[in-house]
């Protein structure tokens, strides 16, 4: 079965997009457990979506470093603001200057 942050978001909702943060989240705070998935990250079979949720999630949590610390996700650094936002929730009950910086609502 393909991961989830290989899948095709097209008609993605804001749960499937906050199912898809939840499972990210979890990899990178507990990244020992998870090194050999995060080693083996492709970034350039993920959509922009979700590279800009990883991109959020190492800065939130202060891991901006795994950028350096893992070749694959050394791509993650040029990511910007998304050009059209995605929320986690709807309406967003939640802002978080990471996600807001990215254009990622609560």
Known sequence: M???YYLKQDAWTCDDFYYLNRYLNRMFIY???YEEEI???????MSIETKTIIRCLLEFQHKEYFMDK?????????????????YLENPPSYYHDVYTKYNILW
């Open 70 to 86: 893992y070749p694959n996700l050394k791509e993650l650094k040029n990511i910007g603001p998304l050009k059209t936002p995605i």
């Open 31 to 33: 990244a020992e457990k």
């Open 2 to 4: 393909e991961k989830v």
């Open 39 to 45: 080693k083996s990250l492709d970034i350039t079979k």
